[in-house]
């Protein structure tokens, strides 16, 4: 069983920038695919983005394509989430996710079985 903890969110105006971690536990994640995702106030968890267990390969959901950059660190078990250009609508908790079985697939951010307990971001206009 991994667990994850996200750290980094907060409170950012319009246009900032914030670092999203997630600190794997219990095992290495170093074998899976990781990805982040969202809930927004009323809405749906919906994919953000993923990447491959190398890191070679990486995937985002449309909206958040060019200001959104996931990456990770092996070495160090966390994944993070580098996110630009902040937009009131990018508020909403993040969590992270890691697919462990083979069910699914990364770049449509299915089969995701591990989830972190999310950090909340809040972005004012």
């Known amino acids: 069983q991994v667990q994850l903890v996200e750290s980094g969110g907060g409170l950012v105006q319009a246009g900032g920038s914030l670092r999203l971690s997630c600190a794997a536990s219990?095992?290495?994640?170093?074998?899976?695919?990781m990805g982040w995702f969202r809930q927004a106030p009323g809405k749906e968890r919906e994919f953000v983005a993923a990447i491959s267990f190398s890191g070679v390969r990486t995937f985002y959901v449309d909206s958040v394509k060019g200001r959104f950059t996931i990456s990770r660190d092996n070495t160090k078990n966390t994944v993070y989430l580098q996110i630009n250009s902040l937009e009131p609508e990018d508020t909403a908790v993040y969590y992270c996710?890691?697919?462990?079985?083979?069910?699914?697939?990364?770049?449509?951010?299915?089969?995701?079985?591990?989830w972190g307990q999310g950090t909340q971001v809040t972005v004012s206009s």
């Open positions: 219990g095992r290495t994640i170093s074998g899976y695919g």
């Open positions: 996710a890691a697919k462990i079985s083979g069910a699914g697939t990364l770049a449509g951010g299915t089969g995701f079985s591990s």
